[in-house]
C-alpha cells in the first residue's frame, strides 16, 4: 500500500469479501483485518470449499457480522443474495479458477455467484491458484472477458505454490489489493457532475438503398469509454453508428447511420456537453448522388462513383464551442505521432488518441487496444496493449489531468 496515501478512501466505506476455496483463504482473515482497520464494515460471503480451510465463525468474529455461507440459508431471507444497496466494493479474494470461470459466463449455483450477478458497484477480484492453471487458454479467457466488463482482475504473483511449484499463481499481496481497491473507490465518482458526449462506431454513407461506403471501425471503444464515464459518475450521451454492441444501460443512446446524422446528433447535443470525446470513424467522404432503386450492373463493365466530402465533425464543434473539452482519436497506419499532432492541432483539440491500427493484437474489432495520448499542452504519454474498457478508463484520467474541465477552454478565447 503507498503509505502516503490516505486510508481516508476506506472509511466509513461498506465491502463485500467473497472467499472461495484456495489454500490462500486465510490471507482473506488478514484482508479483513486491514479493511476493518481502516474504519471499513465487510460482511463476508464463503463458498462452501472456503469453509474447508478457514471457519466461517474466523470471519465472523472479526467481521462483527453473519457470514453468509449457504445458498439455500441466503434464500430464507432473500436479501442476503444480491450485493447490499450501500455496497461500495465486492472484492474476491482468494478468487479460484472457479469462480472466475463462474463470474465470466454468469453461472450462479452457489451464494457468491449468484451474488456476483447482482454486484454493480465496482468489483475486484485477486485470483489464487496452483501453478499452470493461471496460463490454461480457458482460465485467460474469462480473465480477458471479466476485464473487458470494467472488472479489477488483479495478476496472481510468482512464487512457491502450494503444490511445491514455483510459477504464477499466488495471491496478491495484501496491499496490492487495498491498492485496487482505494484505486476502483477513487475513479468511482471523479467524474461526477460531468456530461460527457461520446461518438462511436462508423457510419455508413449510402450508395443506394442496398449498399453503402463505410469502415472497420467495431464501435468497442467508444462504447468502452461511454461505460467507463457512466461508472464514474458522468451523465453520458452516447451517439453511435451502426454496430453490433448491445447498448449500454445508464446511457442515453442516439443510434444514427450517416455522418450527416452524426453531426446532426452532435451538434443537438453539444451545448449540453462538458467534454465531447468523438472515438467514431466518421467517413470523410459520401457518395455525391444516392440512387432511390437499386443500381443495377446490366450492360456495364466498370462503374466509378462520384464522391463529396462529408462534414468533419470535430471541426465544426470545435468552432463552435465556449466551455467543452474536445477528445480526438486518430486510427493511423504509418507515422502515427506525426499525423496525431497534425490533427490535434488542425482540429483544435484539448487531446488526442492516436493508435496505430496495424499493430497485433489492437485496433479495429480487436478487444484491446494500445494508443499515444498527445495533449494540447504538448504532454505525451504511451499505453501499451491492454482490453479497451482499461484504455477507456486511463483516457478519461488523463482528460481530468487536462485540467480546466467544465471551465471556460483556453482554446476558445485563443
Ligand atoms: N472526424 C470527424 N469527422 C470526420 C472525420 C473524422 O469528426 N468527417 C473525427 C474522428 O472522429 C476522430 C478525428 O476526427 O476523432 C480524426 O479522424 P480521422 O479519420 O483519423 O482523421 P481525418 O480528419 O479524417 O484525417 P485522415 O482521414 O486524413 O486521416
Known amino acids: 500500500m503507498d503509505p502516503d496515501r490516505p486510508t481516508a478512501l476506506l472509511r466509513g466505506k461498506r465491502f463485500v469479501l467473497g472467499v472461495t476455496g484456495s489454500i490462500a483463504a486465510f490471507k482473506a482473515v488478514g484482508l479483513l483485518r486491514t479493511l476493518k482497520s481502516h474504519g471499513a464494515s465487510v460482511s463476508v460471503v464463503m463458498t462452501n470449499s472456503a469453509t474447508k480451510f478457514v471457519t466461517p465463525l474466523t470471519f465472523e468474529v472479526l467481521s462483527g457480522e453473519p457470514v453468509t455461507t449457504d445458498l439455500f440459508q441466503a434464500h430464507e431471507e432473500m436479501k442476503h443474495l444480491t450485493v447490499p444497496d450501500g455496497a461500495h466494493a465486492v ?197 455525391k448522388d444516392r440512387a432511390d432503386h437499386k443500381l443495377k450492373k446490366s450492360g456495364r463493365t466498370a462503374f466509378s462513383l462520384e464522391l463529396e466530402t462529408a462534414p468533419d465533425i470535430l471541426s465544426m464543434l470545435s468552432a463552435r464551442r465556449t466551455t467543452q473539452i474536445l477528445v480526438g482519436f486518430a486510427a493511423e497506419t504509418e507515422r502515427l505521432i506525426a499525423h496525431a499532432t497534425a490533427k490535434l492541432t488542425a482540429k483544435g483539440l484539448d487531446m488526442i488518441v492516436g493508435n496505430d491500427v496495424t499493430k497485433e493484437g489492437a485496433g479495429f474489432g480487436s478487444d484491446d487496444n494500445a494508443a499515444v495520448i498527445l495533449t494540447r499542452s504538448g504532454g505525451q504519454k504511451e499505453f501499451a496493449v491492454m482490453p479497451k474498457r482499461r484504455l477507456a478508463d486511463a483516457i478519461l484520467t488523463e482528460v481530468l489531468g487536462v485540467g480546466s474541465v467544465g471551465q471556460p477552454s483556453s482554446i476558445a478565447t485563443e
Open 91 to 287: 472484492i474476491v479474494a482468494p478468487a479460484t479458477a472457479n469462480v472466475l470461470a463462474k463470474a465470466a459466463v454468469g453461472l450462479a449455483d452457489d451464494v457468491l455467484s449468484t451474488m456476483l450477478l447482482t454486484t454493480r458497484c465496482p468489483l475486484i477480484v485477486a485470483p489464487a491458484m496452483d501453478g499452470g492453471m493461471w496460463e490454461h487458454p480457458t482460465v485467460v479467457e474469462h480473465v480477458r472477458t471479466l476485464r473487458s466488463r470494467g472488472v479489477v482482475v488483479l495478476d496472481p504473483e510468482v512464487g512457491p505454490l502450494a503444490s511445491g511449484q514455483i510459477a504464477q499463481g499466488r495471491l496478491a499481496a495484501e496491499s496490492r489489493i487495498i491498492d485496487a481497491v482505494q484505486n476502483a473507490l477513487a475513479l468511482q465518482a471523479d467524474w461526477l457532475g460531468q456530461r460527457v458526449l461520446v461518438s462511436a462506431g462508423p457510419t455508413q454513407e449510402a450508395i443506394d438503398p442496398v449498399r453503402f461506403i463505410s469502415n472497420r471501425s467495431s464501435g468497442k471503444m467508444g462504447y468502452a469509454i461511454a461505460e467507463a464515464a457512466r461508472d464514474r459518475g458522468a451523465k453520458v450521451v452516447l451517439v453511435t453508428g451502426p454496430t453490433a454492441l448491445t447498448p449500454p444501460s445508464g446511457v442515453e443512446v442516439v443510434p444514427v447511420v450517416s455522418a450527416h446524422e452524426m453531426a446532426d446528433a452532435l451538434s443537438r447535443h453539444f451545448d449540453w456537453a462538458t467534454v465531447v470525446i468523438m472515438a467514431a470513424a466518421v467517413a470523410d467522404f459520401r457518395p
